[in-house]
């Protein structure tokens, strides 16, 4: 029976719109050939159509196996769905023949464009038809809501909880409709969770690029590279995040976002994806190294955005291909890689409306009516539903009309279709008539082709979008934009004033210039707390060419580096304290701006700024997994002449240089760096850092550089234990008591090593004292995992040795210091070893290598291997090896909190209840 039919034109309001298509249609038409499959479509079409035009349904659309219908009530469209599916079951379809249909609803509202219903819930609709599965009915929280108590009698909802799905918008919550005589049980839904990865959430939709999507996705299918390309703007960094969306559940193993923006070192590429992934560099091993290592037998996308930068690292990305078969790359870049096996995919603009304004009298009259649009016609067009999409962001009442629709076309013609550009121009809809914005355009860009004919044509339309943009700003405004440009990878609020401003200075009030800036879309705000701010790539590098015409341009630039410097220096002292783990977020944070600072310092030979910002920021380089970041910058400092103006600074630098080489177990480039420090300091005559440095030389001494040694061999003379008697007479003699607990804390570890009967316990318990005494939480912490670790060899202490260790873990655990932690559970693992429980060693022992990985602190396992020579119980002698791999494996997947708990054996969220109580 059919039902009232509705015209979707003629309703306003919401609608709801439902999509279908046959699971596996290719595989059944292969199973029951393709005349017999023509007749089973047809009958399940039919059988659809009769639920829907009885439910009121308006069909909408129809392609092989799919609809697309609409509903004038959400109620509507679930019966129809619920009847659609009960026929569908009740079909006597022939032998090998079942049919399954997926169906997804959602609801909201649509226009007509061209006697097409077009609109973004549309388009969200079908998105959640597409991860159903056959058989499966799901709706969107809005269809629910709509829907309310009103569901059908027996028909129930299945709440499956917030889904991404592959248009990388917000999380959808999706249900499923549930009854008594429809299959209720089904695979996980096959949306981006379903996979590994880190795409990021849109939060504006993807319009158009459907014949562009296509074919990079069939791209992507027979080749292993593919690249992207074309001038800033063109929006291949959206598209490369659609295609990785669709291509997800050809990974397994994960599809990685790896952005480049902000790096300038080729060789920091392999850092930063490894960072993207979750691992990091691990000591002397390379980037390279350790990325093959952890790709091997893996299916896995690396989506590598703006690779034009550090192009010279295409050869690292050709090499990660050829070692790891599993493997793809999709690059985004002004330029092709050149390498071997890319497949190039130049990105063009949108497809845009010809613009007859630009046509000559005799093109116009070749054309007809030159002055007649046809509005619908024009809504065709990607460049122009691109336009509308993001004017309604910013003016919700907007809408092409007769009048307008002329302006419309010619400015997304003569923006030649670059999504960048145009998203610029529609952002101005919010103050401007579409005519006004077209007659600002037109001067900018004859201005541009007039100054800069030797950039390619549609780098000219973009900058000119972006110069039209900078332009209509006031001067004190442009003065901002100029200033902010210093920035890499954000900045908060206090640093745009600091170096943006001061108001008094430019003439407006910083925030309030950042608001309009962020309105304009020359800047976008981050949801973070505190709230930051970041500058797309290709407006900063505009912004920075104007801020070179400017006289301040070296002042401004000197400001942010200074900024930098302080910053640092400022949080250096307190990396030991409570408060460290906070500081370390910070100092994370401002990372790429610290590196701006020091590449500018180093480029202009400007010592002072470059040895104090490392000096200041090398705990950070140690703590948070930066140490192969750190040994290029400090050896390439101490190579460079002007690193000797300064003895001073030069001392600074080898400190920060040995404590590196120390966490990567460099023991003899160490010892070089450190000895150069006290002779240094020697020379100068002061006191304090004649001890400290003395307290860092000893170090050499503490084992020996070959981990397969005997460490008592390291210090045949015992000139460690002459270098630290020093440095404790020293601080005495200045009553310096951190400085004294350093020294004692260090001849606990050599009288460790050296296997003396209390193994350094008197020593560490001194130590400790004083630790608690100026409030060092960090050496503390390090006196207890010492501690533990000399009581560890004593069987009847046992019970103690743990109760240090797990003191000392928590302390590492609240800091955010995984290199502490990898040695905590190398420690625990030995104890769990001597207790006879091998499992729990073998995760525990897994969790330590994954953090010494992560943190490329070497140290841990160097020290590690000499546990034969300090009588320590080693888990890998005793586990057949493919049950130490199998244990390891499973301690190496948990996460940091849940190998802390596990170590702790308390429930994780349990964690954070520790207060620094004393063991």
Not at 454 to 460: E, M, N, S, T, Y
Not at 630 to 646: G, T, V
């Amino acid at each position: 029976m059919t039902g009232p039919q509705f015209d979707p034109a003629a309703t306003a309001g919401t609608l709801a719109f439902l999509f279908s298509d046959i699971e596996g249609s290719t595989r059944l038409e292969q199973a029951v050939g393709t005349a017999a499959y023509a007749a089973v479509r047809e009958r399940h079409r039919e059988l659809l159509r009769a639920a829907f035009a009885a439910n009121t349904g308006s069909e909408q659309g129809t392609e092989g196996d799919s609809f697309f219908v609409a509903f004038p009530a959400a109620r509507d469209a679930v019966v129809a769905a619920l009847e659609a599916q009960r026929a569908i079951l009740a079909e006597p379809w022939p032998k090998g023949g079942e049919v399954r249909v997926r169906m997804g609803l959602h609801a909201g509202e649509a226009s007509v464009v061209g006697g097409s219903l077009v609109g973004l819930a549309i388009n969200r609709a079908a998105r959640v038809a597409g991860v159903a599965h056959g058989g499966q009915v799901l709706i969107s929280a809005t269809v629910r809501a709509l829907v309310g108590s009103e569901l059908p009698d027996g028909v129930t909802l299945i709440d499956l909880g917030g889904h991404r799905l592959k248009d990388l918008r917000e999380p959808e919550h999706l249900y499923q409709l549930a009854a008594p005589d429809l299959p209720a049980t089904f695979p996980p839904l096959a949306t981006l969770d379903a996979r590994p990865n880190n795409l990021p959430t849109q939060l504006t939709s993807f319009v158009g690029r459907e014949e562009e999507l296509a074919t990079a996705c069939g791209l992507l299918s027979a080749n292993r590279l593919v690249t992207l390309t074309g001038p800033g703007g063109t929006g291949k960094t959206r598209l490369s995040l659609q295609v990785a969306a669709q291509a997800v559940e050809d990974f397994p193993d994960g599809v990685f976002f790896v952005p480049l923006e902000t790096v300038r070192d080729p060789d920091l590429v392999a850092s930063r994806i490894a960072g993207e992934i979750g691992i990091a560099e691990s000591g002397g091993r390379s980037g390279r190294d350790v990325l093959v290592e952890w790709l091997a037998g893996k299916r896995v996308l690396l989506v590598l955005d703006n690779f034009e930068q550090v192009v010279d690292a295409g050869p690292l990305v050709a090499d990660l291909l050829r070692s790891v078969p599993g493997l793809k790359a999709l690059a985004t870049s002004r330029t092709p890689l050149h390498v071997s096996g890319e497949q190039e995919f130049p990105v063009p603009g949108l497809p845009v409306p010809p613009d007859l304004g630009g046509l000559g009298g005799y093109e116009q009259a070749l054309k007809g009516d030159a002055g007649a649009i046809d509005i619908a016609r024009l809504s065709t067009y990607e460049a122009v539903r691109l336009f509308i999409a993001r004017a309604v962001a910013v003016r919700p009442g907007f809408a092409v009309t007769n009048e307008n629709a002329p302006a419309v076309a010619a400015i997304c013609a003569r923006l030649q279709g670059m999504p960048l550009a145009i998203e610029l121009a529609a952002a101005r809809v919010k103050l401007l008539s579409p005519d006004q914005i077209l007659g600002r355009l037109e001067s900018q860009l004859s201005l541009l082709a007039a100054g800069a004919r030797d950039l390619p044509a549609r780098q000219q339309t973009l900058r000119g979008a972006i110069a039209w943009s900078y332009d209509i700003l006031d001067e004190a405004h442009r003065r901002l934009v100029d200033r902010l440009s210093v920035f890499a990878g954000g900045f908060d609020l206090e640093a745009a004033e600091a170096i943006g401003g001061p108001s008094g200075e430019i003439g407006i009030d910083v925030l309030d210039g950042l608001l309009a800036l962020a309105d304009q879309s020359l800047i976008r705000g981050r949801d973070t707390d505190p709230p930051r701010f970041e500058m797309l790539d290709t407006i900063r590098e505009f912004a920075a060419e104007m801020l070179d015409a400017r006289e301040d341009a070296s002042a401004i630039r000197d400001r942010h580096g200074r900024w930098y410097l302080e910053l640092a220096e400022s949080i250096a002292p307190r990396l030991s304290g409570a408060d460290q783990r906070s500081l370390l977020e910070q100092l994370e944070r401002e990372h790429d701006n610290v590196r701006a600072a020091l590449d500018r310092a180093a480029a202009a030979g400007d010592g002072s700024t470059a040895i104090r910002l490392a000096f200041a920021m090398w705990r950070f380089w140690q703590k948070r997994g930066h140490l192969n970041e750190a040994r290029r910058r400090l050896e390439a400092y101490a190579a460079a002449p002007w690193s000797h103006d300064d003895r001073v600074l030069r001392a600074r630098l080898m400190e920060a240089l040995g404590g590196t080489l120390w966490w990567q177990a460099d023991i003899n480039a160490m010892g070089l760096a450190y000895r150069e420090a006290v002779e240094l300091w020697r020379a100068i005559g002061d006191k304090a850092e004649i001890a400290n440095s003395l307290y860092n030389y000893a170090f050499t001494f503490a084992v020996s550089a070959n981990p397969r040694q005997d460490p008592r061999l390291a210090d045949p003379d015992g000139e460690g234990e002459r270098v630290l008697a020093e440095a404790l007479e020293l601080y005495r003699e200045l009553g310096d008591l951190r400085g004294q607990a350093n020294v004692l804390w260090a001849m606990g570890n050599r009288t460790y090593f050296l296997l003396s009967d209390d193994g350094g316990e008197a020593r560490f318990r001194e130590a400790l004292e004083l630790f608690r005494q100026v409030g060092d939480v960090t050496m503390e912490a390090w006196s207890l995992h010492m501690l533990g670790s000399t009581l560890l060899r004593r069987r009847d202490r046992f019970d103690e040795a743990r109760t240090f260790l797990r003191h000392a873990l928590r302390h590492f655990h609240e800091a955010s210091d995984a290199a502490g932690i990898a040695l905590l559970f190398d420690d625990l693992s030995s104890q769990a070893t001597a207790d006879g429980d091998l499992p729990r060693a073998a995760r525990l022992r897994g969790a330590a290598r994954r953090l010494t990985a992560a943190t490329g602190a070497e140290l841990a396992g160097f020290v590690n291997e000499q546990y034969d020579y300090v009588a320590r119980p080693q888990v890998g002698k005793l586990l057949p090896p493919d049950e130490l791999e199998r244990y390891g494996a499973e301690g190496a997947a948990m996460s940091l909190d849940e190998a802390v708990a596990y170590a702790l054996d308390v429930p994780i969220d349990e964690l954070g209840q520790h207060t620094h109580d004393h063991a």
